[in-house]
């Protein structure tokens, strides 16, 4: 990855240490809560701290005319969420402990009242898509400057429903639209390729008329880039963030498995950056 000691946040800290951070938290949540989705929330840690280090998305999320919106499809990786939030100072190590138990506001998947969750449609039938293009286009409609991100993984990519609401959003221009793909290769069922076999995503998303960025997924410093040339766009932009799923653990990295014991996670907690 860069160094990037250099890029600071609103709180002092470098993207850097926000990476590192963030990546601890998500296991020691595993060690608490064997039913969090470790891989897939590992594989995007640096998406989301680009997006909420550089005040593009803010935690304390104001109901100002103009603020941008987040919308996690996948939605099963909210866990990355929660510990850069925690990272930030949003939430304490306490809270993170008691992901998953009964009456704590930190689910497993994101809710109504999920903190840090603009709109809680997510999972593997790509929902959410529909729900950020939808969103996007009704801000257009009112004249609002507001951006939406949406971060989706590659296995939602098999739906029909995803492609339809893309193919929405670049029919209608939707420059306010920035998609982000987690391209981690590895979804619930098995490898990506071997669940359904998607050929030629970037080409894919071309043809439908989206600008396409193809970067690093785990260098912070290229996705940064590339939002911002996104943003500049003058058609809808993706990102297809290419990275390894449960990025840190070996035991995970590029593989489907989704649990880990306790004792390992409490190993990893302390290795792991």
């Known amino acids: ?54 005040g593009r998305l803010k935690f304390n999320m104001a109901n100002g005319v103009d603020r941008n919106y987040f919308v996690l499809s996948k939605g099963h990786a ?11 100072g949003y939430l304490t190590i306490d809270e993170l402990r008691e992901t998953g138990s009964l009456g704590s506001r930190l689910q497993n998947h994101p809710e109504v009242d999920t903190p840090f969750v603009d709109v809680p449609n997510s999972g593997s039938l790509g929902q959410g898509v529909s729900v950020a293009v939808g969103l996007a286009l009704g801000l257009r409609l009112r004249g609002r400057a507001s951006r939406v991100y949406l971060v989706v993984g590659d296995g939602e990519l098999d739906e029909g429903q995803t492609w339809e609401s893309l193919a929405v959003a670049a ?15 590895v979804q619930l069922d098995g490898r990506s390729d071997e669940v359904l076999r998607k050929g ?38 993706v990102v297809l ?19 880990i014991s306790r004792d390992e996670a409490l190993k990893y907690a302390g290795d792991v950056c």
């Open 1 to 54: 990855m860069s160094h990037v000691r250099g890029v600071s946040v609103e709180r002092g800290v470098s993207l850097e240490t926000l990476i590192c951070k963030a990546r601890k938290y998500i296991v020691l949540m595993a060690a608490y809560d064997p039913g969090i989705h470790l891989g897939s929330s590992l594989s995007v840690v640096e998406t989301v701290v680009a997006l909420y280090g550089s």
């Open 78 to 88: 909210i866990h990355a969420v929660y510990a850069v939030a925690a990272a930030m």
């Open 171 to 185: 029919h209608y221009g939707l420059t306010n639209l920035v998609t982000i793909v987690d391209v981690n290769n």
């Open 200 to 237: 030629d995503v970037a080409g894919r998303f071309r043809a439908l008329g989206f600008h396409v960025l193809e970067v690093d997924g785990h260098d912070v410093v290229e996705i940064l880039n590339a939002l911002r040339e996104a943003e500049e766009s003058a058609k809808p932009a």
């Open 241 to 259: 963030a290419y990275t390894v799923r449960g990025r840190g653990v070996s035991a995970v990295e590029n593989t489907a498995r989704q649990r």
